[in-house]
């Protein structure tokens, strides 16, 4: 029950909580190519992009550290091409453009937004269905007294009218959101996490097997 909870809890935070940093992420990238793009004739939209894909390679190690608590497995950061030890002030300031992974991170910013609206859209409705049809029964008797408040769904469904099928009616709805509030929850993370893993990560390299002594390899 402790690992459930915990599962629970850690989807529910990484698909709420990713939401923001989605919105902020897509915001840099749409912002920064979009001025970057439009002053490129001038010099100064290459520095733009550069400014841009390096905010976007920090934003895309925010979201490798949250991935392993949801996979339940480690992850490996994608190589970057370093600055040659050579370079001086321009070539550093656009090193951030050079490695492959850049375009990625930029695209991913893109992309992940929409998926990560539609995951935290769809936990938010669970826990407010779970927890208002909980707790329906402590104040649906409130709501069914008031004046012009429509009961018509249960007797359309055949359940019979009344204030009591109605508070049992929502609150079996509630129960139903709470029955199916863990998987829904991990589906919704697990569509976010495996976007991400896909396009900001790479597989760890496995340790090196060990040669047994006396052998000789090649």
């Known amino acids: 029950m402790t690992t459930l909870r915990h599962r629970l809890a850690t989807d529910t935070r990484y698909t709420l909580l990713g939401l923001p940093m989605a919105v902020v992420h897509f915001a840099v990238v749409v912002v920064g190519i979009s001025a970057g793009l439009g002053t490129a004739v001038v010099f100064i939209g290459l520095p733009i992009l550069a400014a841009t894909a390096a905010a976007a390679r920090n ?4 979201e490798r550290v949250a991935l ?5 497995r480690p992850v490996a950061r994608p190589p970057y091409r370093p600055a040659p030890a050579w370079a001086g002030r321009l070539r550093r300031t656009m090193n951030p453009l050079t490695s492959g992974q850049a375009a990625i991170d930029l695209l991913y910013g893109i992309l992940a937004f929409p998926v990560s609206l539609a995951a935290s859209v769809v936990v938010a409705v669970w826990w407010a269905g779970t927890l208002a049809g909980l707790t329906f029964p402590l104040y649906g008797w409130i709501i069914a007294a008031i004046p012009g408040v429509d009961h018509s769904l249960p007797e359309l469904l055949g359940l019979g009218g009344g204030d009591t099928m109605f508070v049992v009616f929502n609150t079996a709805i509630g129960v139903l959101f709470a029955l199916t509030l863990v998987p829904v929850v ?10 991400a893993q896909a396009m900001l990560t790479r597989a760890p390299l496995d340790a090196p097997a060990r040669v047994p002594a006396g052998v000789t390899v090649g």
């Open 59 to 62: 934003l895309a190690d925010f």
């Open 68 to 72: 392993p608590g949801v996979l339940g």
């Open 186 to 195: 991990r589906g919704a993370a697990l569509v976010k996490a495996s976007l």
